[in-house]
């Protein structure tokens, strides 16, 4: 692992606001700052998903939107798809779903994809239409710009960005180091 004090730091810490899966004094926090229609970010849940199941109860999973509009058109309206069924107390299942048709994120198929996960389809197309939730993916993407994130996915580790490749055991090995730092 490099020296902590040479990598970027998360500058908005964990908190209320935030998409948190795992318990709150887990020994491990990682942060993701993603792209729903971003090739690598789809890998990279994956990933995500076996780190979990072996890692559980040491990780707690936060997840941040970073659309990159420019070269993902659906991207935004995506994360604004999922702030509004985490309104609706279903974020992680819209995640989950995004990521698992992410070659499918048009509007027509984001309205199918909620009344599938039982949303109130009136208000699910109302609020996308309306872009209520684009504050909300904005104030996430821009605490990425303060912590030095351009590109997705990229990591934090215990508040410190993971500089490694995103394949399962690279990520397994820069946890288990975090952790062992957390311990002295």
């Not at 199941?53 to 941040?64: A, G």
């Not at 027509?108 to 699910?124: E, H, I, N, P, T």
Request: glycine fraction near 6%.
């Amino acid at each position: 692992m490099t020296d902590l004090a040479d990598r970027p730091v998360l500058t908005i810490p964990v908190g209320e606001r935030d998409h948190i899966l795992g318990p709150e004094n887990a020994q491990i926090t990682l942060v993701e700052y993603g792209d729903y229609e971003c090739p690598s970010c789809g890998e990279a849940y994956f990933t995500i998903k076996q780190l979990q199941i072996n890692l559980t109860p040491r990780i707690r999973f936060v997840f941040r939107n970073f659309p990159k509009s420019t070269i993902h058109p659906h991207a935004q309206h995506a994360a604004e798809a999922a702030e509004i069924a985490a309104a609706q107390g279903n974020f992680w299942e819209m995640h989950d779903y995004l990521y698992e048709h992410q070659k499918h994120l048009d509007d027509k198929s984001l309205v199918k994809y909620a009344a599938s996960l039982g949303l109130d389809s009136g208000q699910f197309k109302r609020e996308l239409k309306d872009h209520i939730y684009a504050e909300r993916v904005h104030e996430d993407f821009m605490s990425g710009v303060l912590s030095g994130v351009n590109a997705t996915p990229t990591f934090f580790i215990n508040g410190y960005r993971h500089n490694g490749t995103m394949d399962f055991l690279t990520l397994l090995m820069a946890i288990n180091e975090a952790a062992q730092l957390q311990e002295r």
